[in-house]
């Protein structure tokens, strides 16, 4: 199984700052990695796949890059809604494995 | 606008069985990619299975934790995706979510409000 590391674990920032949160994958996932927020009570929402293609509706704040094995997902001036927790997910091949979460907390 | 609204979730005994069901609108789960994802309290999200299409042979994969316990089928008249859950385990608590792989971008893009699975004595 293809093992998905994401980095930091927790995250402290302010609105209006800018966040960077990374994933690494086991194995070569080329650009099959997707990006969704999760809020608590709520269902994840994909924000960013293909690696950096940004989903229909979704902020342009929220940005991605890398391929292979190394990936950034960026939050630009971060908003109140921002907070949440992140994960990755690879989309390469099953099983479909997610990071183990970012969680995104307010300073 | 496409939508799956997922139903079944209760309580469990440990050893038991549960059905959930994901039913679909304005599209065909017949010709969609189906996963199931789950959370458990305080977990991260863990993608537990895909039903694949039709045209691709409805092939059907399962993460190893719940490989021989689990089974996900499908009743196209009803356009309803099942996840069969036999020997439950306390590691089955969470909540399920259904949702749709879009194969253009390999990524869900369509998930349920999820179902609540809570296996306990």
């Known amino acids: 199984d293809i093992q998905m590391t994401q980095s930091p674990s927790f995250l402290s920032a302010s609105v209006g700052d800018r966040v960077t949160i990374t994933c690494r994958a086991s194995?070569?996932?080329?650009?099959?990695l997707s990006w969704y927020q999760k809020k608590p009570g709520t269902a994840p929402k994909l924000l960013l796949y293909?690696?950096?293609a940004l989903e229909s509706g979704v902020p342009s704040r929220f940005s991605a890059s890398g391929s292979g094995t190394d990936f950034t997902l960026t939050i630009d001036n971060l908003q109140p809604e921002d907070f949440a927790t992140y994960y990755c997910?690879?989309?390469?091949?099953?099983?479909?494995?997610f990071g183990q979460g970012t969680k995104l907390e307010t300073k | 606008e496409a939508q799956v609204v997922e139903s079944g979730g209760g309580l469990a005994m440990p050893g038991g069985f549960l059905r959930l069901s994901c039913a679909a609108s304005?599209?065909?789960?017949?010709?969609?990619?189906m996963n199931w994802v789950r959370q458990a309290p305080g977990k991260g999200l863990e993608w537990v299975g895909l039903?694949?299409?039709?045209?691709?042979?409805?092939?059907?994969e399962y993460a190893s934790a719940v490989e021989g316990r689990f089974i996900i089928s499908r009743d196209d008249s009803k356009n309803t995706l099942y996840l069969d859950m036999y020997l439950l385990g306390i590691e089955d608590t969470g909540v399920y979510y259904c949702?749709?792989?879009?194969?253009?971008?390999?990524?869900?893009?369509?998930w349920g409000q999820g179902t609540m699975v809570a296996v306990s004595s």
């Open positions: 039903m694949k299409p039709r045209a691709h042979g409805d092939t059907i």
């Open positions: 194995l070569n996932i080329r650009a099959f």
């Open positions: 304005e599209f065909l789960v017949e010709t969609a990619w």
């Open positions: 949702t749709t792989m879009n194969r253009l971008k390999f990524a869900s893009d369509i």
């Open positions: 997910q690879q989309g390469f091949i099953a099983p479909y494995t």
């Open positions: 293909s690696a950096s």
